[in-house]
């Protein structure tokens, strides 16, 4: 009797992914791994794993630093050099929310909220915080918050 072998298909890893579960289902392919092993890897179940390559979820911000390792990259960088937007990426590359943000920072949540949504920091300490928390000069900030400001209010900013 003839004996027949059989193994699972290789699954394609030559896709681009798009959505943050197309990154972690890519990896974890390319790595050869299960969901279960990707899970340990990621520190959460097999079933989380399911659930985000799927969109079924969406990985909570505690999440994200181990992902990032996991990746090798953030899959989801600032689309623009807002301050916002660098916020928000300083913020989920440390698995921070925007409360515990605040608190490292020593501003009022509320505070942080309004930064992410576009606000202007008018404390000059609070300038040099948040500088130094996303890797900018303060030079640079300051002129960032000029421009929002000027811009805002139908003023030309002077170069």
Request: hydrophobic share 35%; aromatic share 8%; glycine share 8%.
């Amino acid at each position: 009797m003839p004996l027949t072998l059989k193994a699972l298909k290789t699954k394609e890893t030559g896709f681009s992914p798009v959505s943050l579960g197309e990154h972690l289902k890519k990896r974890r392919l390319e790595l050869r791994l299960t969901q279960k092993e990707a899970g340990k890897h990621l520190g959460v179940t097999s079933f989380t794993v399911t659930n985000w390559e799927h969109g079924l979820r969406k990985p909570a911000i505690q999440h994200f630093p181990a992902i990032c390792q996991f990746l090798g990259y953030d899959p989801a960088p600032p689309t623009s050099d807002t301050l916002a937007e660098r916020l928000v990426a300083k913020r989920r590359q440390l698995g921070w929310s925007q409360r515990v943000a605040a608190k490292k920072l020593g501003v009022d949540p509320s505070t942080w909220s309004a930064w992410e949504h576009g606000g202007t920091i008018m404390s000059k300490a609070y300038r040099h915080l948040v500088a130094t928390f996303i890797g900018l000069s303060e030079g640079a900030l300051y002129s960032m918050m000029r421009k929002r400001w000027n811009d805002s209010h139908g003023k030309p900013t002077p170069e």
